[in-house]
């Protein structure tokens, strides 16, 4: 998620039954997940994808104190959906091989590959239904995933990124401006009211560059899309904009919620759109 709040702070979260953490490799760099199978034999599988400065347990609040996919992940099992959520290379505990600062959105669609090609290969997943769930700019990486690998069975995208440079207006014009002028290994220092952290001129390239509406276009599997009618980070016309270049199976929901589901101040709009969207990949199942 895009983070409009003073707590950029890691929340660890104690593992469930049936959770381990995993090492997977991408680019050949190691990247950290958590992964939930259900009891029984194989199980099909939701691949969640965290946003920017976000981690695989995602945002905590009273309301949902393990974090909104740790929660998730809870939900998923208890319909006996397999899952995996990771930390892309930079961000939580994938930090061995890269930092943030050298984060981009083809760095993150290759760490997205790389979980699905590690689902795909997996004995307690392999020949079920695989399906990814993207927030904001995990959004932007799930529309790029399907896009180039037509693989998923599902895919359900939430207040998803969908015109970047619309979306990334937040860090001012100036950094912008200095993150596109940047070589793509130049460093430009983000200073926001809440945080401070570093990002290499090739992420503005991306921003600026980067179209996940037109990546959608390629894929016809099923669409599952929930946008907040009070979201300010990414507005629901993102949500509209992935609904009208799609073609094939597709669900619209939009809900009175802001960015983050409205999760510090109740927990329920979360619940009923984690409930839809497994109705959703229930519906469309082979």
Known sequence: MLRTISAL?????????GESVVTLSSQGQDMIGTLNLPAGGPAPVVLLLHGFTGTRNELATDHVPGGVFAYTAGRLAEAGYASLRIDFRGSGESLADMTFAQTTFESQIADAQAALAYLQGSDRVAGEDVYVIGWSQGGLVAASLA??????DGVALWNAVGDPMETYAFLGAETLAAGMAAAPDEVVQIKLPWAEFPLNGAFFDGVETHDPVAEIKAYDGPLFVASGAQDTTVLPKNGAAYIAAHEGPEALWLAEMDHVFNVFAEGETLTQMVSETIGFFEAHQD
């Not at 702070?9 to 039954?17: D, E, I």
């Not at 896009?147 to 998923?152: M, T, V």
């Open 9 to 17: 702070l890691l929340t660890a979260t104690p593992l469930v039954a």
């Open 147 to 152: 896009g180039r690998s037509g693989a998923p």
